[in-house]
């Protein structure tokens, strides 16, 4: 009798499958439409058992992971594990080295009507990535007004966090692209692209 491999994720080597998308800008991290806002039905023709793992807000991009492999999902959404989320953030202004360390060292923010300390983050500016497709629309363009971009990663994911974060220290977010999820890579990918991994990927 055939062997059937397990490991510390997947439930069973046939019986798993794990996706990566780009999730454009206002598309919903579901399968259904809501209002004029598409979900993730239009990509891909996913597994019927396949669903996201965790979201993104309708205003954020970027990667987003689906699976059918519940352990893994339990593994990446239960905050004691801290796995890395890592996003490239253009925010309105330009960051002081103050602005930074606060973001680094952690900030409140208001999470339903109560004060909440963000855990420690890695925070740095950074050039403006030219991998990124255009967004559409576009982040209007005000000349009097300067952009940067900040790389920030969290070991936590509560709601519209790194917005919140942003604004605590005066840099209110402008375009929010999620580019990795613990060994996971968006890299150069295209908005809407869906692309298959391997159970390997997140070992």
């Known amino acids: 009798m055939k062997k059937r491999f397990k490991n510390q994720y997947s439930q069973s080597a046939t019986e798993t499958r794990y996706f990566a998308i780009y999730k454009p800008y206002e598309m919903l991290s579901q399968f259904t439409d809501?209002?004029?806002?598409?979900?993730?039905?239009?990509?891909?023709?996913?597994?019927?058992?396949?669903?996201?793992?965790?979201?993104?807000?309708?205003?954020?991009?970027?990667?987003?992971?689906?699976?059918?492999?519940?352990?893994?999902?339990?593994?990446?959404?239960?905050?004691?594990?801290?796995?890395?989320?890592?996003?490239?953030?253009?925010?309105?202004?330009?960051?002081?080295?103050?602005?930074?360390?606060?973001?680094?060292?952690?900030?409140?923010?208001?999470?339903?009507?109560?004060?909440?300390?963000?855990?420690?983050a890695e925070v740095q500016a950074i050039a403006e990535p030219d991998y990124f497709p255009a967004r559409h629309p576009p982040i209007r363009f005000r000349a009097n007004i300067p952009t940067s971009w900040l790389q920030i990663t969290l070991t936590e994911g509560k709601n519209r966090q790194v917005r919140r974060m942003t604004a605590s220290v005066g840099l209110p977010t402008l375009r929010l692209v999620r580019v990795q999820i613990g060994k996971v890579q968006l890299g150069t990918r295209e908005s809407g692209e869906v692309w298959e991994l391997n159970r390997e990927d997140f070992e």
């Open 34 to 120: 809501e209002g004029k806002k598409q979900g993730l039905k239009h990509l891909h023709d996913f597994p019927p058992d396949v669903y996201p793992v965790g979201r993104l807000d309708a205003d954020s991009e970027g990667l987003l992971l689906l699976t059918n492999d519940n352990v893994l999902k339990h593994h990446l959404l239960t905050p004691k594990y801290q796995h890395k989320r890592t996003y490239c953030v253009q925010v309105e202004g330009l960051p002081t080295e103050e602005a930074l360390q606060k973001l680094r060292e952690g900030v409140e923010i208001n999470l339903n009507g109560e004060k909440y300390l963000t855990l420690p």
